[in-house]
């Protein structure tokens, strides 16, 4: 049975679904920049998630969003739009950013392998939706107007601290200099903003007599409530997420609708690099195409984080990719051995089905690579392993083809009538087809190199 940490709870919970359609939802980028590997991390986690739900027997619709309007530099009510700034940065229009970032991610979500949601939500198709969530917010007395937006009043949401375990009365005295004094409260936020006079901001819609554009907050509501509706079965994203954007999700929700949210919730946590935190001013940024200028493919990546916990912070360095890449040609090589055996029939009974209870329990990848290291494994545990992790084991560890295979008996053959100099250069040629030839007492063995 799986087992869930539920982070709004703090406790591991055995997860029951609250229909015959498992729904969740991904917070998913703001697609103004390249995605950098800390970020497609969360996403290899979400996989796990996706194709262990799947290998139960769960039928599963699965949102994700696309910021393209409205989340701030500051991750809150102020500074310049993303949008905007990778515009300006690259002089191009916010919807040419906007389309060029979401294709590069959908190229990389592609390359780890990872299986595509149902809906991928444009946050800038629900604008209309974005407004009617803002009315009803408002005639239930949730927002107040002030000159820079309309802004939810967290003090009217008794539970808003709640999830986070926010101290409002230091976030209250902690209010900087600057705090904008039209806000009730140092925890309300913007719902929707107005674009002020000379203000630059490409995408803009008139709501409530004045252009504006909704809050980065808004449109998860917006998109779970139009897409899935509440509460939905589990909502993932960032330990980045709980304290603000998480929060204010919940709070939106249960003014727009009533009700709760989400029943299940889960976050990862970061990974760092050397030690260090991702940032563009320790020039520590990698993408995967980096990783792939350095001899390293998105499922040596995938697997490495997967070697690790989603609720464990990570160190990213390069020694341990490249072990990491080890052992998946270890793992290929184990495939590539049983294509040369005379029978693939199980050789230890339930082995997989210890590897899926290991990750049921809350999604203990490294515990079941363990277990898939130290046990023998026919072909149909290496298949459904795959099905599991989606690290591409069998569509990259094929069986050789004739071709190689009868350059493997030359070779053989070669070395039988000692004519040693043949027997190398079909060894070198061997290596173009990424084919290393091992002699053992009963015979040669090919493996992967």
Not at 222 to 244: M, N
Not at 311 to 333: D, M, S, V
């Given at each position: 049975?799986?087992?869930?940490?539920?982070?709004?709870?703090?406790?591991?919970?055995?997860?029951?679904?609250?229909?015959?359609?498992?729904?969740?939802?991904?917070?998913?980028?703001?697609?103004?920049?390249?995605?950098?590997?800390?970020?497609?991390?969360?996403?290899?986690?979400?996989?796990?998630?996706?194709?262990?739900?799947?290998?139960?027997?769960?039928?599963?619709?699965?949102?994700?969003?696309?910021?393209?309007?409205?989340?701030?530099?500051?991750?809150?009510?102020?500074?310049?739009?993303?949008?905007?700034?990778?515009?300006?940065?690259?002089?191009?229009?916010?919807?040419?950013?906007?389309?060029?970032?979401?294709?590069?991610?959908?190229?990389?979500?592609?390359a780890l392998n990872l299986i595509e949601p149902d809906v991928i939500a444009?946050?800038?198709?629900?604008?209309?939706a974005d407004k009617r969530a803002v009315d009803k917010m408002t005639e239930?007395?949730?927002?107040?107007?002030?000159?820079?937006?309309?802004?939810?009043?967290?003090?009217?949401?008794?539970?808003?601290?709640d999830f986070a375990k926010l101290d409002l009365e230091g976030l209250k005295?902690?209010?900087?200099?600057?705090?904008?004094?039209?806000?009730?409260?140092?925890?309300?936020?913007?719902?929707?903003?107005?674009?002020?006079?000379?203000?630059?901001?490409?995408?803009?819609?008139?709501?409530?007599?004045?252009?504006?554009?909704?809050?980065?907050?808004?449109?998860?509501?917006?998109?779970?409530?139009?897409?899935?509706?509440?509460?939905?079965?589990?909502?993932?994203?960032?330990?980045?997420?709980?304290?603000?954007?998480?929060?204010?999700?919940?709070?939106?929700?249960?003014?727009?609708?009533?009700?709760?949210?989400?029943?299940?919730?889960?976050?990862?946590?970061?990974?760092?690099?050397?030690?260090?935190?991702?940032?563009?001013?320790?020039?520590?940024?990698?993408?995967?195409?980096?990783?792939?200028?350095?001899?390293?493919?998105?499922?040596?990546?995938?697997?490495?984080?997967?070697?690790?916990?989603?609720?464990?912070?990570?160190?990213?360095?390069?020694?341990?990719?490249?072990?990491?890449?080890?052992?998946?040609?270890?793992?290929?090589?184990?495939?590539?051995?049983?294509?040369?055996?005379?029978?693939?029939?199980?050789?230890?009974?339930?082995?997989?089905?210890?590897?899926?209870?290991?990750?049921?329990?809350?999604?203990?990848?490294?515990?079941?690579?363990?277990?898939?290291?130290?046990?023998?494994?026919?072909?149909?545990?290496?298949?459904?392993?795959?099905?599991?992790?989606?690290?591409?084991?069998?569509?990259?560890?094929?069986?050789?083809?004739?071709?190689?295979?009868?350059?493997?008996?030359?070779?053989?053959?070669?070395?039988?009538?000692?004519?040693?100099?043949?027997?190398?250069?079909?060894?070198?040629?061997?290596?173009?087809?990424?084919?290393?030839?091992?002699?053992?007492?009963?015979?040669?063995?090919?493996?992967?190199?």
């Amino acid at each position: 049975m799986l087992k869930i940490y539920n982070t709004a709870s703090r406790r591991l919970e055995q997860f029951k679904p609250a229909g015959e359609v498992v729904k969740i939802y991904t917070c998913g980028p703001t697609v103004y920049n390249f995605q950098h590997i800390g970020n497609y991390a969360a996403y290899i986690y979400w996989d796990l998630l996706i194709r262990t739900l799947k290998m139960d027997g769960y039928a599963v619709k699965r949102v994700l969003n696309f910021t393209d309007v409205g989340h701030l530099v500051s991750d809150g009510d102020e500074g310049e739009d993303k949008l905007e700034k990778g515009a300006a940065r690259e002089g191009k229009s916010v919807y040419e950013i906007a389309k060029f970032y979401g294709d590069d991610f959908l190229r990389n979500f592609r390359a780890l392998n990872l299986i595509e949601p149902d809906v991928i939500a444009h946050a800038t198709d629900y604008i209309e939706a974005d407004k009617r969530a803002v009315d009803k917010m408002t005639e239930a007395g949730f927002t107040y107007e002030t000159t820079d937006g309309v802004y939810f009043d967290t003090s009217k949401f008794e539970r808003y601290a709640d999830f986070a375990k926010l101290d409002l009365e230091g976030l209250k005295a902690g209010a900087r200099v600057g705090f904008n004094s039209e806000k009730h409260n140092a925890s309300d936020f913007a719902v929707w903003k107005f674009i002020q006079p000379g203000e630059k901001h490409a995408m803009r819609w008139d709501y409530l007599g004045r252009p504006g554009y909704p809050g980065w907050h808004l449109e998860c509501s917006t998109i779970i409530h139009e897409e899935l509706g509440e509460p939905i079965d589990i909502h993932t994203g960032g330990a980045d997420h709980i304290p603000v954007h998480h929060t204010n999700e919940i709070a939106q929700t249960f003014a727009m609708t009533g009700r709760e949210l989400s029943r299940y919730w889960m976050h990862c946590n970061f990974i760092t690099i050397d030690g260090e935190k991702i940032s563009k001013s320790l020039g520590n940024v990698y993408t995967l195409d980096d990783l792939a200028e350095r001899g390293f493919s998105p499922m040596d990546f995938k697997m490495w984080v997967l070697s690790g916990h989603y609720q464990g912070t990570r160190n990213f360095t390069f020694e341990g990719l490249a072990a990491t890449k080890q052992r998946r040609l270890n793992w290929r090589n184990r495939i590539a051995l049983l294509y040369q055996k005379a029978s693939t029939a199980s050789l230890v009974d339930g082995v997989f089905k210890e590897v899926l209870s290991v990750v049921n329990n809350n999604f203990n990848s490294a515990e079941a690579f363990s277990i898939i290291d130290t046990s023998e494994l026919s072909m149909e545990d290496w298949k459904e392993i795959d099905e599991l992790f989606g690290l591409n084991l069998i569509n990259d560890s094929p069986d050789v083809n004739d071709a190689v295979r009868d350059l493997i008996s030359e070779r053989q053959a070669a070395r039988e009538n000692k004519d040693f100099a043949r027997s190398d250069e079909i060894r070198e040629e061997l290596k173009s087809f990424g084919i290393a030839v091992e002699d053992t007492p009963t015979g040669p063995i090919w493996q992967y190199i």
